[in-house]
């Protein structure tokens, strides 16, 4: 598809190329279907057949026949009424029967050379399809196929010859695939892959025991290490989604491209539970398919759902069409998923979300990608613990990668349990009920906003949308207590860190736990002061934080809220002091 757009030349120019796939045209992206082969030789052939019928049209010619003919016995008719009545007929009359005459007989023969011709062209559309075949193989500059389809018969009786082979994926394909298009007198051939994703699938492991999956590509890196270039710079991912497989795959080799973190920007990165990058953590046991012995997770898949609903209630002007890909490692989901997508969405959810199999999605790229991990046992992760499939899935998104997955589970595996772990750290683990936490809105504000031209808008401004959020009369606090600071929380909890909001405490705004598990005195005995059903240690209220500290909170602007914004606001009672603090936390 990027080649039909043209390429760049070393200076800067843009060169449209000539084009040709080959392959079925029934196995083949519909973006690309007309610069198939099949597509090719059919417009040209109805190019010749249209021209042909323009030329001597047989139906043009019929109908002409047809009126003439009629002209014709009508004419005669007049003439045989004149005879009838002993008259003489008019000279007009009779010039006009012969003049008829001559013409419906030029018609008929025209008539039958016309089918005679189309005859030929019939019997001859076998060699007229060659011939328009050889001359698209010709004038193309580029030919694209699968490995197995540069072997087909129809090249043994074209003349091809290619000066350069270009193996993309190379890594991925047996060895004896890839010699198949270097029988074409090749004087250049570029293997292009990566030895760190995953490799031919090959079922026997007979066959795997004499290293039948080992491909040309790791072969030539194993033999001549020298030869092999290190494409270093990455230009799909967003940096969040690109650190982890970086460090962990790549030995931190990999580095990101100028301004991506500006180019992959997206206005649902404003949200936390939205962010470029998010590990969720689902809890919920995965359990056998209807079919096979594959495995399904109704939790995960339940996220999965409410992730695309929510993107698609919070951007309504954004269109996403084209722009989701919801993949996971078991076919048992995949089938679950198109199966309940499709029961609430339609069967056009099919052309707009693109569901599939981690290994068949190897190459590819999406604009946000959910992986949808499945497994949930204490029985191991199956063969989730392939690292090389792991890379795929986190390595396919540009803006927004949300892995979904049960961390019990998971952490039974190496480089997962590093994922978790890296995630935790990095502020950007989501547990506890995800699935209440995705059905908040989190950008209503977003809702009119035009986003037509989201992508440039979001590259050229780093301006902080604030989200608008509802909220029931019930729930509004006093101008005086939303206006007072939050006291300091000093117990074992630790504090805010501003950071992390996968868990939130209602009691001393702390992310580091739940509410049930807050152990901050001061926070529990002011909790208890709001509502005096909460059983805590009787206490006094904590004094007000330092007039310093105030004015500092009072110069600093509220950020974009988050899911968690309803959590943290605490309804104030009629009967409780204004000069309570409110546990709402200001930034």
């Known amino acids: 598809m990027r080649f039909k757009a043209g390429v760049k030349t070393l200076n800067g120019r843009s060169e449209k190329l000539n084009v040709l796939r080959l392959g079925r045209s029934d196995a083949i992206n519909a973006n690309v279907l007309d ?33 003439t003919d009629t002209a014709f016995k009508e004419t005669r008719s007049k003439l045989d009424q004149f005879r009838a009545k002993g008259q003489v007929p008019p000279d007009e009359l009779l010039r006009e ?20 011709r189309n005859n030929e062209i019939a019997r001859n559309n076998d060699l007229n399809r060659r011939r328009i075949q050889q001359e698209i193989v010709d004038g193309a500059h580029v030919i694209c196929a699968t490995l197995s389809g540069s072997g087909h018969e129809m090249f043994q009786n074209l003349s091809i010859d290619f000066e350069t082979v270009i193996i993309d994926e190379a890594a991925q394909s047996i060895e004896l695939s890839a010699l198949i298009p270097l029988k074409y007198g090749c004087a250049k051939c570029i293997l292009v892959g990566d030895p760190k994703q995953l490799p031919p699938t090959v079922l026997s492991k007979e066959a795997s025991r004499f290293q039948y999956e080992q491909s040309l590509f790791v072969r030539m890196q194993s033999n001549h290490p020298n030869d092999v270039h290190l494409l270093d710079i990455q230009y799909r991912m967003h940096p969040a989604i690109s650190l ?23 206005p649902w990165h404003n949200s936390q539970l939205l962010s470029p990058y998010r590990f969720f953590d689902v809890q919920g046991l995965h359990q056998s398919a209807s079919k096979g012995h594959s495995l399904v997770n109704i939790a995960e898949l339940n996220v999965a759902m409410q992730l695309y ?20 490692p078991y076919k048992g989901q995949l089938r679950e998923m198109k199966t309940r997508f499709a029961a609430r969405y339609g069967n056009s959810i099919f052309a707009k979300v693109e569901f599939n199999t981690t290994d068949a999605f190897q190459g590819r790229e999406s604009e946000v990608i959910i992986f949808s991990c499945v497994r949930a046992s204490n029985k191991g992760i199956g063969f989730l613990s392939d690292i090389r499939r792991m890379n795929v899935g986190l390595t396919r998104a540009k803006s927004s990668l949300w892995v979904l997955g049960n961390s019990q589970s998971l952490v039974q595996g190496e480089f997962w349990k590093k994922l978790i772990t890296d995630a935790r750290q990095r502020h950007v683990y989501t547990d506890g009920d995800v699935l209440s936490m995705l ?31 509802t909220r029931s009369s019930n729930e509004m606090e006093s101008v005086s ?8 929380p000093s117990g074992p909890s630790g504090g805010f860190n501003g950071l992390d909001d996968t868990k939130t405490c209602a009691n001393c705004g702390s992310f580091d736990h739940f509410t049930r598990n807050c152990d901050n005195a001061e926070a529990l005995e002011l909790a208890k002061a709001r509502d005096p059903g909460i059983p805590v240690v009787k206490a006094t209220r904590s004094p007000s934080p330092p007039p310093q500290r105030q004015q500092q909170q009072g110069k600093r602007k509220l950020p974009p809220s988050g899911p968690f914004a309803k959590n943290t606001k605490r309804k104030i009672d009629a009967e409780t002091p204004q000069e309570v603090p409110s546990l709402r936390r200001t930034w």
């Open 35 to 67: 610069v198939t082969l099949d597509e090719l030789v059919s417009a040209h052939l109805n190019q010749a057949v249209q021209k042909s019928s323009e030329e001597k049209n047989p139906q043009r010619i019929f109908e002409d026949h047809k009126s």
């Open 97 to 116: 029967f012969e003049l008829l005459k001559k013409k419906r007989t030029q018609l008929s023969q025209e008539i039958d050379n016309t089918r005679d």
């Open 244 to 266: 982890f497989p970086s460090v962990t795959f790549y030995d931190g080799l990999l580095q990101d491209g100028p301004d991506m973190a500006k180019l992959r920007a997206r």
């Open 309 to 328: 609903e929510r993107l698609l209630t919070d951007f309504q002007a954004y269109d996403f069409s084209g722009k989701i890909g919801i993949i996971t």
């Open 439 to 469: 059905e908040r809105p989190q950008f209503t504000g977003y809702r009119n906003v035009d986003m037509a031209d989201a992508d440039a808008n979001e590259s050229s401004t780093s301006t902080v949308h604030t989200p608008t959020e």
């Open 481 to 488: 207590a939303r206006n007072t600071p939050t006291p300091v």
